[in-house]
């Protein structure tokens, strides 16, 4: 009222901090300088539009499956980044390793060093898991990001921030379905934070914006389990700031999700070994590569990882043989 502007859009440096934040408290401290710089005129909007979603998110008994949602998701961002640049008609492949042999090069969809080491080397930084110490041994900050089409800041509550809602259920190129996996990740973090950028040729005439928000855990006392929540304007938007303010940041387009002090448990070793050999048991046969990189470790190193199935593929087999089932509506086996 009475036109009082607030400011939600931060600035360079502020943004640079928001990109930088490893532990809890420092989540706090950010939210805190906002609030006193927007004056009090943030909000809070619950998960999937509804306030009892504890039951949607708590549905996974362990993290590290959690965490591979959002990696499926990451390429998914990059298989749905090629369809729109080569202009392929809808409905496009009929499948993902279709989609990555037909628009990759990638043959059967299945990767090995034997016949993709270029391939592999290439693609593999556009999705990127990092670790990061949160202060917390068994608790480690796991940010992953893509370089692939990026959401609208308009389009988030009904893709990554929705419950179930099925954007992708007629895209049979892309990997997931139902719209649910990635929010799983919230209930093994204190706070998520959020930042998209689409990439303005696929945004049709809106404006070209950043949007990112901060997604947490909030005990309610008239509720018997926690709901979780994440910040918006007055207007119950999305925030939003300028690209010119991604100068200091290592960010330019597509989607970055850190999970500040992510339980691992017995995930939480270092991740050259541990990781390396849970995602690509998980990810036996991902249909594009990916890379993870442990900055806790003393010699920090990228791994670039394409499933534990083109790995076999490159060991010498004596005898090998495959067979597909047909399982009718169901696909195949």
Not at 266 to 280: F, K, M, T
Request: charged fraction near 20%; include cysteine.
């Amino acid at each position: 009222g009475g036109g009082r502007v607030v400011s939600y859009s931060l600035e360079t440096q502020e943004v640079s901090d928001l990109f930088r934040i490893r532990r809890s408290n420092e989540v706090a401290t950010f939210l805190s300088q906002l609030e006193n710089k927007a004056k009090g005129q943030w909000k809070w909007r619950p998960v999937g539009d509804r306030v009892a979603n504890a039951s949607n998110v708590h549905v996974l008994t362990e993290s590290g499956p959690a965490l591979v949602e959002r990696i499926t998701n990451a390429i998914d961002a990059m298989l749905e980044l090629r369809h729109r640049e080569v202009g392929s008609p809808e409905p496009g492949p009929l499948s993902p390793k279709r989609a990555s042999e037909e628009w990759f090069g990638i043959k059967g969809g299945t990767l090995s060093r034997a016949k993709d080491n270029e391939t592999i080397n290439t693609l593999s930084p556009n999705v990127r898991v990092d670790l990061f110490d949160s202060g917390q041994p068994k608790r480690p900050t796991v940010t992953i990001t893509d370089h692939g089409i990026g959401q609208h800041p308009n389009d988030l509550p009904l893709t990554i921030l929705s419950l179930g809602s099925s954007n992708k259920i007629g895209r049979q190129y892309l990997c997931g379905a139902y719209g649910q996996g990635g929010s799983a990740t919230f209930a093994w973090c204190d706070y998520t934070i959020l930042v998209s950028r689409r990439r303005p040729q696929h945004s049709g005439d809106r404006p070209d914006l950043v949007g990112w928000t901060v997604v947490r855990r909030y005990d309610d006392i008239d509720l018997k389990l926690p709901t979780y929540q994440y910040l918006v304007t007055e207007s119950n938007m999305i925030p939003t700031f300028s690209p010119s303010a991604l100068a200091q940041a290592d960010f330019e387009y597509g989607t970055y999700i850190a999970h500040i002090s992510y339980e691992l448990g017995r995930l939480s070793a270092l991740w050259s070994i541990v990781g390396y050999r849970y995602l690509n048991n998980l990810l036996f046969d991902p249909v594009l590569p990916y890379t993870i990189h442990d900055h806790r470790e003393p010699q920090p190193q990228d791994r670039y990882m394409y499933g534990s199935r083109g790995r076999l593929a490159d060991a010498p087999v004596e005898y090998a043989n495959e067979y597909v089932a047909d399982l009718g509506p169901h696909g195949s086996l």
